[in-house]
């Protein structure tokens, strides 16, 4: 349930009407604008009346929420969330840009790469030190000392890093070391992994997962937000279809959706999405027109030599390319790329 306040409405009034709910054992989820306060009554609200609440003359209008979805929802906050990454700030204008190597495979690799895709305009380091990977017997990353590489590039370079989380008890480790947590299209749905992300207050990007839909995708965030985090940044990295001339099927109208339905900022990956570098940047552009508020593109300087998604990385010059591309574009449309 939403309840707007009108223009005007003073402190000792909010109060009033917030200390009744919690009498009641509902949360409070507060929006606070320029001019205009919402609360966002979280619990079961099946037995409030919602015509009850115009007895107080400062509330302006009462709204029952139809979607699962409550904190994430953006009828709870009309305005978008930025967040705010060691000084980068994803959402609202800003378009961000996250590039580095599928995955950290020695450190003469990460300090060849990591400047190039600074200077090149990525704001984030992104490198995986724990692989998912369909198979067994393929690369499954460095683990430990893939973070370590990861925070010495952090430090030397002076730039924060992303890597993909895998495990609950591999958490304190991602705490210490990077800046954004991923939690991989594998993961989507692992509800036990989500909730303890939650009790952090580390950002986290959330992969959709390959076959789910929007909705379920939102729920995922709503367990991390539910926790008390309130730093989420949605990914959308391609859905299966029957299509097989690209390794998923970039939703690109899920840009358009995930922002009438939440306040939380949206990357997309083309990477993932193509899976063959030559339509990464098609797809990038496409991106940015449509208002994604970033990309997290593969970037690997020897690309032939990669221990992981060589096919779908782009080489530093050419991903320089795309990142000059995509910013004509985000100016076009009154945004900003760092």
Not at 37 to 46: A, K, R, S
Request: proline share 5%.
């Amino acid at each position: 349930m939403i309840i707007k306040f009108k223009e005007g409405t003073n402190i000792q009034q909010i109060e009033q009407l917030r200390s009744l709910l919690e009498n009641q054992g509902f949360g409070i989820h507060e929006s606070i604008g320029s001019s205009i306060t919402i609360f966002g009554v979280v619990g079961d609200t099946t037995k409030l009346d919602p015509q009850s609440f115009y007895a107080f003359d400062f509330v302006d209008s009462v709204l029952r929420v139809q979607e699962p979805f409550k904190k994430v929802n953006r009828k709870f906050q009309p305005a978008d969330t930025v967040v705010n990454v060691n000084g980068v700030l994803i959402g609202g204008k800003n378009v961000v840009i996250m590039g580095g190597p599928c995955a950290v495979e020695s450190f003469e690799q990460m300090d060849t790469i990591t400047p190039l895709v600074k200077s090149a305009g990525a704001s984030i380091l992104r490198a995986g030190a724990y692989k998912p990977r369909t198979s067994p017997y393929s690369f499954q990353g460095m683990g430990v000392p893939g973070l370590d590489l990861l925070k010495q590039m952090k430090e030397k370079y002076n730039i924060p890093v992303i890597s993909e989380v895998m495990n609950i008890e591999d958490i304190p480790l991602f705490l210490d070391t990077v800046d954004i947590i991923q939690v991989g299209a594998r993961n989507m749905q692992n509800f036990s992994l989500l909730k303890e992300l939650g009790k952090t207050n580390k950002p986290v990007l959330l992969k959709r997962g390959l076959a789910n839909t929007i909705e379920e995708w939102l729920m995922s965030a709503e367990y991390i937000m539910a926790g008390g985090n309130t730093n989420v940044i949605l990914c959308e990295r391609g859905i299966r279809t029957f299509e097989t001339s690209t390794r998923n099927t970039l939703d690109i109208s899920s840009i358009a959706v995930v922002k009438k339905l939440t306040h939380l900022p949206i990357i997309i990956d083309p990477s993932h999405a193509a899976g063959r570098w030559e339509y990464i940047e098609s797809l990038s552009k496409a991106a940015i027109a449509a208002g994604a508020d970033g990309l997290i593109i593969e970037v690997h300087p020897e690309p032939e030599k990669a221990l992981s998604d060589g096919q779908q990385s782009l080489k530093p010059e050419r991903f320089k390319d795309v990142v000059e591309k995509c910013r004509k574009i985000a100016i076009a449309i009154d945004r900003t790329l760092e």
